[in-house]
C-alpha cells in the first residue's frame, strides 16, 4: 500500500490527504486520469494511477476543497512571471479569478484591480487583496469601462500583466487594451472551447510587444506549491466556500453556476460537497 505522500511525510488510514487529479502531462509520456471512479462528486475516490500526487495536509476542509482552483492561480502566476510591485489586472471574480489574485497578491503585486461581479464576490476580492474593484453591472459600457480601469494604472498606460479568467469571448480583446507595452496578457478563462473572436495580430501584439501565455490546468509542482500556501492560510481562503452541499443536492448547485449564481437568496462564490459541519 500506499506508505508516504509525494513529500516523503509518512501516512496511514485516517490521515487528510489532498490530491492532484492528474499526471504531469501526455506531451511528456505520461497519461490522463480517465478511468472509473475518479471522480468527486462521490463518498469515496478511488486513487489508482501510479504517478498520483498525494499530500498529507492538516488544512480545513474548506481550504482544502480550493486546492484545484488555486493551484491553476499558481500556474497562471508563475506563467505571466507576475514581479514585485507589479499592476495586475484580473478579468472574472469566479473561483478562478478570485484564486489567481490572491496567487498575484502572494507573489508581490503592488496593485492589484479586478473585473466581475457579483458585488458579493468583488467585497471577497478585497479581502483577498483587491485594491480596485470594477463591478460590470454598474459600468456595463466597454470603452466607459476601459476608461475607467486604464485611470487606475501607472499613468494611464497600463498593466504588466492582465489575467482573463472570465471564459466570456469579448473578455479577450477588451483585456488585450489593459496591457502596457512589453507587458503580459495570460488566458485562463478558455478552458473549454466556446468559439473565435477577431484580433488584429499588429495592434495588439506586435506594435506593442506583448507576451501571450496560455494556461489549461496545472501539473504537479503548481499543486506543490500551491498546497504549502494554502497551509501557510495568509489570506481568508476559507471564505471562498459560499455553501457546503449534500452529496444529494449537488444538482441544485449546478443549477445555480449555470442560472442566476444563487441559491436561495444568496450569492454562490464556491460550493462545496459534504456535511454541514465540514
Given amino acids: 500500500g500506499v506508505t508516504q505522500d509525494i513529500l516523503g511525510n509518512p501516512i496511514k488510514e485516517g490521515d487528510r490527504i489532498v490530491f492532484h487529479p492528474r499526471n504531469n502531462g501526455v506531451a511528456y509520456g505520461f497519461r490522463g486520469v480517465d478511468e472509473p471512479f475518479t471522480g468527486g462528486f462521490a463518498d469515496y475516490i478511488h486513487i489508482s494511477e501510479p504517478n498520483s500526487c498525494i499530500i498529507k495536509s492538516n488544512v480545513p476542509p474548506k481550504v482544502g476543497v480550493l486546492a484545484e482552483p488555486f493551484t491553476v492561480g499558481v500556474h497562471s502566476v508563475m506563467r505571466g512571471n507576475v514581479q514585485l510591485g507589479d499592476t495586475v489586472i484580473v478579468q472574472g471574480s469566479g473561483a478562478i479569478g478570485l484564486m489567481t489574485l490572491a496567487c498575484a497578491k502572494l507573489s508581490g503585486a503592488a496593485k492589484l484591480i479586478i473585473i466581475g461581479g457579483p458585488a458579493p464576490r468583488l467585497e471577497l476580492a478585497k479581502r483577498l487583496g483587491a485594491d480596485v474593484t470594477i463591478d460590470l453591472a454598474e459600468v456595463p459600457d466597454v470603452e466607459e469601462r476601459k476608461a475607467l480601469v486604464m485611470s487606475h494604472t501607472t499613468r494611464g498606460k497600463g498593466a504588466d500583466v492582465v489575467f482573463e479568467c472570465a471564459g466570456f469571448l469579448p473578455a479577450f480583446p477588451e483585456g488585450l487594451s489593459y496591457v502596457r507595452e512589453d507587458g503580459v496578457f495570460v488566458e485562463v478563462g478558455h478552458f473549454v472551447d466556446t468559439g473565435t473572436v477577431t484580433v488584429n495580430p499588429h495592434q495588439h501584439f506586435l506594435r506593442p510587444n506583448l507576451r501571450l501565455e496560455g494556461v489549461w490546468g496545472s501539473r504537479h509542482h503548481h499543486f506543490i506549491r500551491g498546497m504549502a ?20 443536492e449537488i444538482r441544485s448547485g449546478f443549477d445555480a453556476l449555470n442560472g442566476s449564481y444563487k441559491l436561495g437568496d444568496e450569492v454562490v462564490i464556491k460550493i462545496a460537497v459534504g456535511s454541514a459541519a465540514s
Fill in 229 to 248: 500556501l494554502l497551509e501557510n492560510n495568509e489570506l481568508p481562503f476559507a471564505d471562498m466556500v459560499s455553501h457546503v452541499l449534500p452529496l444529494e
